[in-house]
T-cell receptor, first 118, second 114 residues
Framework: AQKITQTQPGMFVQEKEAVTLDCTYD???????LFWYKQPSSGEMIFLIY??????QNATEGRYSLNFQKARKSANLVISASQLGDSAMYFC???????????????FGGGTRVLVKP | EAGVAQSPRYKIIEKRQSVAFWCNPI?????LYWYQQILGQGPKLLIQ????????DSQLPKDRFSAERLKGVDSTLKIQPAKLEDSAVYLC????????????FGPGTRLTVL
């Protein structure tokens, strides 16, 4: 079974509107972390937002917020007030297990391409 | 603060040739990662270093791929000999352990094997 599933291969969104990108995950660990990255056409992965499994509040970073529903194992990204520069691939990723000093590998989903229309 | 640096940005080779990629992580970051991203997919971890020691190389095709991180800073990933299916973007990332485990990525090297 896939550990990270992003069911939306592509989405159109009107400029200034909000968009929700879906992400579901599968893990048996109690401690884990969820990340969202943006990958524009230039190729660089840009870190957007992080949610720890024990965090009680949903993470927010500027126009990005993470809708974390632990029981449903979902971690959807919400982008508010979309801008043309938001057009990119978006990847959800998971770090399983408790954070350790040696670092933890990330498992990525297949990504969702977002195109913002003017 | 300078980000993760990678070179070259693009490389085209023929199958059975060898190629090497270079990565310089963010200053002070102890952990360095190499990912392979095939077109249309998410990145997949190839190898992870903590300082100059290997933490995880379970998904590295060791018959053709090798990586080193001398002195715990820069790293080199090598493919020898290359196959057509190695065509991908190779991403390097680093993280500052003890503060958080967010990984910061470089711009990647796009490899085309003909």
């Amino acid at each position: 079974a896939q550990k990270i599933t992003q069911t939306q291969p592509g989405m159109f969104v009107q400029e200034k509107e909000a968009v929700t990108l879906d992400c579901t995950y599968d893990t048996s660990d109690q401690s884990y972390g969820l990340f969202w990255y943006k990958q524009p056409s230039s190729g660089e992965m840009i870190f957007l937002i992080y949610q720890g499994s024990y965090d009680e509040q949903n993470a927010t970073e500027g126009r990005y917020s993470l809708n974390f529903q632990k029981a449903r194992k979902s971690a959807n990204l919400v982008i508010s007030a979309s801008q043309l520069g938001d057009s990119a691939m978006y990847f959800c990723a998971m770090r399983e297990g408790a954070f350790k000093a040696a670092g933890n590998k990330l498992t990525f989903g297949g990504g969702t391409r977002v195109l913002v229309k003017p | 603060e300078a980000g993760v640096a990678q070179s070259p940005r693009y490389k085209i080779i023929e199958k059975r040739q060898s190629v090497a990629f270079w990565c310089n992580p963010i200053s002070g970051h102890a952990t360095l990662y190499w990912y392979q991203q095939i077109l249309g997919q998410g990145p997949k971890l190839l190898i992870q270093f903590q300082n100059n020691g290997v933490v995880d190389d379970s998904q590295l095709p060791k018959d053709r791929f090798s990586a080193e991180r001398l002195k715990g800073v820069d790293s080199t990933l090598k493919i020898q000999p290359a196959k057509l299916e190695d065509s991908a973007v190779y991403l390097c990332a680093s993280s500052l352990d003890g503060v958080g485990d967010t990984q910061y990525f470089g711009p990647g090297t796009r490899l085309t094997v003909l």
